[in-house]
């Protein structure tokens, strides 16, 4: 037997804004909410527990220090990766430095909170 990931969970200080950014970034939709203020987003018609992860966008009022140990990676499906890069910076992304020369093929990006992601290169199919 093995386990699959189901949702990841990304604690924010403003679950309403990181929904709509992840969401636009990923097409997602709001598939929740908790009393605690978190919000979950996933795949349209899926829901929790779909082929697709889902996040939970928890509110936190502990600020981030530092590196994330894990961040996001995405790939473009409908278009290359420069396009891609326009849309997520149009989306709200912005540029991060983690350190990345220009011979790396992925760009990393930070979400409006700052939390490192990565749109990497190749395309793939949606699901």
């Not at 600020?63 to 420069?82: F, S």
Request: hydrophobic share 35%; net charge negative; aromatic share 4%.
């Amino acid at each position: 037997m093995a386990c699959r990931i189901t949702e990841l969970v990304l604690d924010c200080a403003d679950p309403e804004r990181l929904a709509a950014f992840w969401s636009g970034v990923l097409g997602y939709v709001e598939i929740g909410r908790e009393d605690d203020g978190s919000i979950q987003i996933g795949p349209p018609g899926a829901g929790w527990g779909g082929p697709q992860p889902t996040l939970l966008l928890s509110p936190s009022g502990d600020p981030r220090r530092g590196k994330l140990p894990l961040h996001i990676d995405v790939n473009p499906t409908d278009r290359d990766q420069d396009a891609e890069l326009e849309r997520l910076l149009a989306l709200g992304a912005r540029p991060a430095d983690v350190g990345q020369d220009d011979s790396v093929s992925w760009h990393v990006l930070a979400d409006p909170e700052g939390n490192e992601f990565c749109l990497l290169r190749t395309r793939i199919q949606p699901l």
